[in-house]
């Protein structure tokens, strides 16, 4: 077994007292499987293999939750089912997933509490920054940021101005290790939603 050094980054709490806190990230030299220790958990079976097998599914439960967190932000009245799932079957083999850039994987899980707390820190931030924009108008692009464009996706005009908004938002809050996975997934989205043709079907409907 290897090692490999990640660093853990803390999000900012706020004390009983008001004040807010953070504590500074941390590199930690980790553990880390090689091909020949999975070798050897496949050999030997018992609780090792069923540990690695359950890491493995999760990763496919996992892009489930992308693809329909996906479609829903498409049509909100998309129609879940088995049907549908099969449809997009190849897109959960396990060569599909590991092709996708790890920084476009995994940004479905994201509490609820963390998106609320951004828009709050959008509204904070870029207020501060442009005192001679309507706060109104600071607080839509935060509802448009938060919602991944779901109401205005064939808007490309719009996400592109959010986009570069969301940019420089992320370049001047003090709190970007909080927020990265939300920076992330927004970012992501947009650029999925700047690069799709729209059809006139998709128009119309």
Known sequence: MQTTTVKFNFKTVKEESGAEFKR?????????????????????????????LTSINDVIYSRTRELIAGAIDDNAAVELNQAWLDAKIVELAWDTIAAIPPGKRGTTGIAKETWDAFEA????????????????????????LKSKFSSIKSDKKAITLLQ????????????????????????TRADELLNKEVSALDAIA
């Open 24 to 52: 500074p990230s941390v590199e930690l030299a980790l553990p880390a499987l090689t091909s020949d220790d999975v070798l050897s958990i496949l050999e030997n079976g018992g609780k090792g293999l069923e540990l690695l």
């Open 121 to 144: 820190n959008y509204v904070e931030v870029m207020g501060a920054a442009h005192p001679e924009r309507p706060i109104e108008r600071t607080k839509m692009a935060a509802k448009y």
């Open 164 to 187: 570069s908004l969301l940019g420089e938002w992320f370049a001047t809050t003090t709190k970007g290790d909080d927020f990265a996975e939300v920076f992330a997934a927004v970012n």
